[in-house]
């Protein structure tokens, strides 16, 4: 779905997407993962890349492959390589994050966490792959934790050293919308927050709304009415009538769901 809006966006850098090596590509082969392939690679000319699911005993069944992901340092072929979650719709091109000064990795900051902590979040990685980088990250999976994942292994090896990427306007959560306080994202006390303009600014919206499960799982009716956003008071009517933080946050889902039963299928 990612790989639908960058061609639909006409992002200009190479879009690449590492699968399970097991995965056939097999033109005969009517598997829905098959099919999914086939239609990445010609429909929206991403080029494919077999690897080996990183998987690792874990506390957290959700996040034990979470560091695949961190695979990309190992795409030599690239000078850079900009790596996206797939539990994320982007807003806005993102092809001016490759013109940001190079440094090993660059990334937001998990803004809505303590700010003395600094700690970065892992949702949108500016990698710049090399061989000493990757062995770095190999070594660190090889001895992370049953609790660490790799949110846990880049800030260990690169919280005093990556490029901080300004959460504001590249990346917001869709938590951020549910929430009642709004300055840790503002970035300051003093700004009013606006649903609207903060929306038009954003370019990389990640799913983040836990207990909701992630956007192509169908949540059920009574968890979605407890988890949604509350309408706010409108200060020109005087009533709870403002309720675009609501309608945006469902919209999200909404849409999510529409182009993953276009792109993918009603099966997958």
């Given amino acids: 779905m990612l790989f639908e809006t960058l061609h639909r966006l006409n992002s200009k850098p190479d879009r690449v997407m590492m699968y399970p090596s097991e995965f056939s590509l097999d033109e005969n082969d009517s598997d829905l993962e098959s099919r999914l392939l086939r239609k990445a690679r010609d429909e929206y000319k991403v080029k494919l890349v077999p690897i080996k699911v990183q998987s690792r005993a874990s506390g957290d069944a959700t996040w034990a492959e979470s560091f695949t992901k961190l695979l990309a340092f190992n795409q030599t072929q690239y000078h850079r390589v900009l790596n996206l979650d797939s539990d994320s719709t982007i807003l806005q091109s993102l092809d001016e994050l490759f013109f940001m000064p190079p440094c090993p990795l660059g990334l937001p900051r998990a803004y809505w966490l303590n700010p003395d902590e600094r700690v970065q979040s892992s949702q949108l990685l500016l990698i710049q792959p090399s061989h000493f980088e990757f062995g770095r990250i190999t070594a660190a999976i090889n001895n992370a934790s049953r609790s660490e994942y790799d949110m846990e292994i880049v800030n260990t090896l690169y919280k005093d050293s990556a490029l901080i990427i300004p959460h504001r306007p590249w990346t917001i959560l869709t938590g951020e919308f549910r929430g009642e306080i709004h300055t840790k994202y503002l970035g300051n006390d003093k700004e009013v927050w606006n649903p609207d303009e903060v929306l038009s600014e954003a370019k990389f919206l990640h799913f983040s709304d836990w207990p909701v499960p992630k956007p192509w799982i169908k949540a059920a009716q009574d968890l979605i009415e407890k ?42």
């Fill in 227 to 268: 988890e949604q956003p509350r309408c706010r008071l409108n200060v020109t009517s005087g009533h709870k009538d403002d309720c675009r933080d609501r309608d945006y946050w469902l919209g999200f889902y909404a849409d999510f769901a529409k182009r993953r039963a276009d792109v993918c299928g009603e099966d997958a």
